[in-house]
């Protein structure tokens, strides 16, 4: 009988039934996902330690036991921060200038509200110890570093019984978050949605899972359809990890307007810009990031200059739901995003793609 | 750095301190939910700060020799483990 390709050591670490981690700020998704034999990590970059510990407790009533994971940014590096008041002061003439002209020619109203991003908090490590502090507090089954390495806080973890996973982009930050002693690996590839590192996922995946050893390597950056799961374990990954797919599921919170921008797009409707926060991240084309491709255009800031520049832009867009302005981080896979599906359907879906890529290949499907 | 922090102990290691270095950094992109990478390299000086308990060390490096487009200064703070020193073997 031949084997369950299902079954990775990534699904017997946490006891799951399918290898696949949704990545997700919406905990409807991760309630779904759970409850339909996956996992799902829930990113609370942007939240008070209040809302983690609320967040955290929803979800526990929505899936019992189930294991589940709660995902910060942990910077990696850190410039002096500063007064908003100079920060905006930096901005060069030339710079505001042009935001100016993308806003007439397009008609930009002006955010309705205070923006959110003049009432941040800034890059701070108390922020980031605050949040941990309440997940180590809560328990929660697993943390995920979505960029930094977790090293300095996994004794906290492992003693409380959590598990803590590393998001990496090059194989060096793997070794060295293997060697500190994460379970589990993402290696994310250049394909996947927001803040990737220069790398394939084809050629980033194999890679890591070389050096992994029995820690799982869950494979990130482009997966979408139950193929790229079946590529993503003959790569050696025991699981794979997915953003852009749950972006336009029916417990999305996100806006119908996005949700459809989704399902119109494929692959080559993505742009990698530093227009928007100043680095470079994927998002969907929209006519911010095409002006800023312009030969005309002034070079793009570094953060946090260019995401004070775009950020009404953004808040308008947004306030007003203006279709033809807003836009959202989406990776390469996303043609598959093909209808505003229940997420449960989209694991079944998933793993019936998959299973059928391998009979494909092999002629015969396990029992 | 930034708004001295709370838990804040700095210290100086002349271990690491003129050797040259790279570092994978980045973190949280401001008043957003998404993150970015960003990469420099140049010297560690030696001085660190700890963050809280357990320490969260931060290396500060100098004279950068690659930084991103546009980055204001000539030094950044390293969290440890983002610290790939040029004399040593990564592989």
């Known amino acids: 009988m031949p084997k369950n390709p299902m079954q990775t050591k990534f699904c017997d670490l946490m006891g799951?039934?399918?290898?696949?981690?949704?990545?997700?700020?919406?905990k409807d998704v991760v309630a779904s996902v759970v409850?339909?034999?996956?996992?799902?990590?829930?990113?609370?970059?942007?939240?008070?330690?209040?809302?983690?510990?609320?967040?955290?407790?929803?979800?526990?009533s929505r899936v019992g036991d189930k294991p589940f994971g709660i995902d910060l940014v942990l910077p990696a590096s850190a410039p002096g921060a500063d007064t908003l008041e100079?920060?905006?002061?930096?901005?060069?003439?030339?710079?505001?200038?042009?935001?100016?002209?993308?806003?007439?020619?397009?008609?930009?109203?002006?955010p309705?509200?205070?923006?959110?991003?003049?009432?941040?908090?800034?890059?701070?490590?108390?922020?980031?110890?605050?949040?941990i502090e309440v997940i180590l507090d809560e328990k929660a089954p697993a943390f995920v570093s979505g960029l930094g390495s977790p090293e300095f806080m996994l004794k906290a973890a492992h003693e409380r019984g959590m598990k803590v996973f590393g998001l990496i982009g090059k194989t060096r930050q793997a070794k060295r978050e293997l060697e500190a002693g994460v379970d589990a690996i993402i290696a994310q590839g250049y394909d996947a949605a927001g803040h990737t590192g220069p790398i394939g996922t084809f050629s980033i995946v194999p890679e890591v899972a070389a050096i992994a050893g029995d820690v799982p390597v869950i494979a990130a950056g482009g997966v979408t359809h139950g193929r790229h799961l079946a590529a993503a374990l003959c790569l050696g990954a025991?699981?794979?990890w997915t953003g852009t797919i749950w972006l336009a599921c029916r417990e999305s919170d996100n806006d119908m307007i996005i949700k459809e921008k989704l399902i119109e797009a494929t692959s080559d409707d993505t742009v990698y810009s530093r227009s928007v926060s100043g680095f470079p991240m994927r998002v969907l084309k929209c006519p911010w990031t095409a002006e800023w491709a312009k030969p005309e255009a002034p070079k793009t800031l570094n953060s946090p200059y260019q995401m004070l520049l775009s950020s009404d832009y953004i808040q308008a867009a947004n306030d007003h739901r203006r279709a033809d302005l807003m836009f959202e981080a989406a990776g390469q896979g996303v043609a598959f995003v093909e209808s505003m599906k229940p997420a449960r359907q989209i694991v079944f879906d998933m793993v019936e793609e998959a299973l059928a890529a391998?009979?494909?290949?092999?002629?015969?499907?396990?029992? | 750095m930034a708004d001295t922090p709370r838990d804040a102990t700095p210290g100086f290691d002349a271990a690491v301190a003129g050797r040259r270095a790279e570092c994978d950094g980045g973190g949280p992109v401001l008043g957003t939910?998404?993150?970015?990478?960003?990469?420099?390299a140049g010297t560690i000086t030696g001085e660190y700060v700890d963050h809280g308990d357990p320490a969260w060390r931060w290396y500060l490096m100098t004279d950068l020799t690659l930084k991103p487009e546009g980055y204001p200064g000539d030094t950044v703070w390293c969290e440890k483990n983002s610290i790939f020193f040029a004399d040593e073997d990564d592989t």
Not at chain 1, 48 to 56: C, E, L, R
Request: charged share 25%.
């Open chain 1, 16 to 26: 799951i039934e399918f290898p696949i981690i949704a990545f997700t700020h919406c």
């Open chain 1, 35 to 60: 409850n339909a034999g996956g996992f799902a990590v829930l990113g609370e970059a942007m939240h008070t330690p209040d809302d983690i510990s609320a967040d955290i407790k929803w979800i526990r």
């Open chain 1, 86 to 110: 100079k920060l905006l002061a930096g901005i060069p003439e030339e710079h505001k200038k042009f935001a100016q002209h993308i806003k007439e020619k397009y008609k930009v109203p002006e």
């Open chain 1, 112 to 131: 309705k509200g205070a923006q959110a991003l003049h009432q941040w908090g800034g890059l701070n490590q108390d922020i980031a110890r605050a949040q």
């Open chain 1, 238 to 240: 025991a699981g794979v």
């Open chain 1, 358 to 367: 391998f009979e494909e290949i092999t002629g015969e499907l396990p029992e």
């Open chain 2, 33 to 40: 939910r998404y993150a970015s990478r960003q990469e420099f």
